[in-house]
C-alpha cells in the first residue's frame, strides 16, 4: 500500500473520530450544548451527565465502535500491522480534537475540542485484538468505582493496553506494532487529561462511585 493511500485511509480514520456522537445525541434528546455541561467533554461520561445514563452509554458504544472499526477498516484493505495500529490513534486523535468542534479560548486562539478518548481507547485495543476487552475493561471498571478517579480510569485503558500488546509480542502472539498503539493512547489521553491529572496531585478530583457514596452517607450522617 503506497504511502498517499495509508495517509488519505489515516485522514478518513480522524474525520470518522471527530463525529461529536455526545454532541449530537445530547442535543437531540435534551437540546443542550454538551460543552455547557460540567468538563466541556463530548464523550460518555459528560454526556450522561448531561442526559442520563442511557445517553452516555450510547455515546459511550458509538464512540467506541469507532475507533474499533478503523482497525476492521485497514485489515479489510489489506494495511499493514503499523497502519492498523496507527488507525485507531488517529480515530482518537479526531475525538480528542475535533475537525467539527473547533471553539475560541481564553485568549481567543481557535481551538480544537472533543472528549477524552477513554472508550474509543478500549474499542481500538479491541479491533486490534478482542481479547484485550476482557482485562481492560473489567479492571476499568473496578478503578473507576472503587477508587473513585474517572481520569485514572480512564489512563488505566492505555496502560494495560500497553502491557497486554507488549507480554503478547514477547511470548509471540502478536506484533510489537500493537504497543506502539498502546504508548500512542497513553500520551493522547495524557493530553487531554492535562487538567484532571493535576487535580489528582492536588488531591482535588471530583470522586465517583463507591467513595463518592461513602462520603454522601457520611455528610448525611453528621448533619
Known amino acids: 500500500m ?6 488519505a485511509i489515516l485522514l478518513g480514520c480522524y474525520l470518522l473520530g471527530s463525529v461529536p456522537f455526545g454532541l449530537v445525541l445530547v442535543r437531540i434528546v435534551t437540546g443542550r450544548d454538551i460543552r455547557s455541561v460540567q468538563s466541556g467533554r463530548t464523550g460518555g461520561t459528560n454526556a450522561m451527565r448531561a442526559a442520563g445514563f442511557w445517553v452516555g452509554l450510547s455515546t459511550a458504544l458509538l464512540d467506541f465502535f469507532k475507533a ?10 489489506g494495511g499493514s500491522l503499523l497502519l492498523e495500529a496507527l488507525a485507531p490513534l488517529a480515530a482518537i486523535l479526531g475525538h480528542n480534537a475535533s475537525v467539527f468542534l473547533i471553539k475560541r479560548d481564553e485568549q481567543g486562539r481557535l481551538r480544537l475540542s472533543g472528549g477524552a478518548g477513554g472508550a474509543a481507547a478500549l474499542g481500538g485495543a479491541m479491533g486490534l ?21 474517572a481520569s485514572l480510569a480512564t489512563l488505566s485503558v492505555s496502560a494495560l493496553a500497553i502491557v ?25 489521553l495524557g493530553w487531554a487529561l492535562r487538567p484532571n491529572i493535576k487535580r489528582l496531585l492536588e488531591g482535588t478530583e471530583r470522586i465517583h462511585g463507591f467513595r463518592a457514596r461513602k462520603n454522601k452517607a457520611a455528610e448525611a450522617e453528621s448533619s
Do not use: N
Open 2 to 7: 503506497s504511502i498517499t493511500t495509508s495517509a
Open 68 to 77: 474499533a472499526v478503523t482497525v476492521w477498516i485497514v485489515r479489510a484493505l
Open 129 to 149: 485484538w478482542p481479547g484485550s476487552i476482557l482485562i481492560i475493561l473489567p479492571i476499568a471498571i473496578i478503578l473507576y468505582y472503587f477508587v473513585g478517579y
Open 164 to 188: 497486554i500488546f507488549a507480554v503478547r509480542a514477547i511470548i509471540g502472539t502478536g506484533p510489537w506494532e500493537y504497543v506502539a498503539y498502546g504508548i500512542g493512547t497513553l500520551a493522547l
